[in-house]
């Protein structure tokens, strides 16, 4: 007989009241985001165009993805990979690059600082499969938790897998807590139960800024509505065109009425007072791609970002060098670097549990800690203006030869691999000279 417990009456209730219509709406939510950010925008433009249209058949669909473009530009976090060291032994160095590689721990980590612009809140697994550690990235449409006093006091994490089929009977749950992990059916009862490997949970909460009054930070619903009038005005642009782009002829005092057919060496008999001719349409083209220009405007602004990221000219500056020139944009990524240090740590602690229980008996000591040096996003310089640069500082001596060498050879380190390398390029340099004389 199956039993009921906690789990059960929490998902009870997340399938049956008043918190399944917020949950559904979240889910729903987050979904169409995911949908607008991977370029699977027409099914939802085709519904809208239903709404608006009599007969969208007429219309041709457009869209152009404004939405993964604005979150790239503001997930700058790692527009290049950090620095991250492990302070322990040479086995839990070796151990972390290991799982580093292993997981792709650069690649997911960019992917989730951009899913978090998109979603606000994520969640980042580190998980053990197929004999090595991974991560996966979750986004709150199939995810439901459970807090304590605070919004960041995660308690429990139930997450839903749809059946092959999508049949709701197919759905099961996987509820997660520090101390147990429960399979349960579509109904929500508990059908196992099994002590949690780690103790902790697996999970590491990654938002968009510090949460305040609910787990799911809000925000972002500006990009999607004027995502959906950006390509509600691209539509009608396209119908306009086809209707009004082109001129009508005219035949004046032909008499008969009707079509006449012309084209290449074709001759059209007139009267004496008869013309012939064309007439331009009055088609609102400028003012539809103005609106266009404008939407789009708007939405970097409001999102922080200078309106000419978003243009289409290219004699612009790139994303980099306008987050260089930008003060809010600087501070935006100041704010993150701060978040995503402390998600890093939380992560390497999560994994460590993960690690030692897999590996008992090659382990990550207690005492390991990470330390991250995120990559600074300074402008690209020519060679001269660089050189110049170091020479100046050098001859204020503020930096050393050693500096200028770490820099050129980001493969270096330590600064005493760089002063190694630094003895040998003299050592050289002085047997060149010998040779010559």
Known sequence: ML???????TVKRALAGGVVAGNRARKLATAKRLDYYQDAQLDHLLADLTKRYADPSRLQPAFVNIVRKVVDLLASTYFEPPRRVVAGTEQDQAIFAEIAEAAGLDTKLKAASRLVKLCKTILIRPVWRNGRMDIDLLTGNFLDVETGDSPEDLRAVTITHWGPSGRVDEITYSRWTPDVVQTLNYRGQVTSEEPNPYGVLPFVPAWDGLPHDDFWLGGGDDLI???????????????????QGFGVGWVKGGGQGGQV??????????????ALGFAATEAPIDQILAVIDKL?????VTNGLPAQVLTT???????????????????????????????EKAIFSVMRAIWNAHNPGRQLSPGATLSIDFADPRPAVSEKDQAATWQTLLGLGVISPVDVVMERNPDLTTREEALAFLLQLQDENSQLSERKL
């Open 261 to 274: 057919t012309v084209g290449p060496g074709a001759m059209v008999e007139l009267p004496l007072d008869g």
């Open 225 to 243: 509505v004027i995502q959906e009038a950006i390509n509600a005005q691209l539509t009608a642009l396209l119908y306009t065109c086809q209707q």
């Open 296 to 300: 789009i405007g708007w939405v970097a």
């Open 313 to 343: 000219e290219p004699n612009q500056q790139s994303g980099v060098a306008l987050l260089v020139s930008n003060r809010e944009l600087q501070e935006k990524r100041r704010d993150d670097l701060e978040l995503w240090r402390r998600y």
């Open 3 to 9: 039993f009921e417990s906690s789990a059960e009456a």
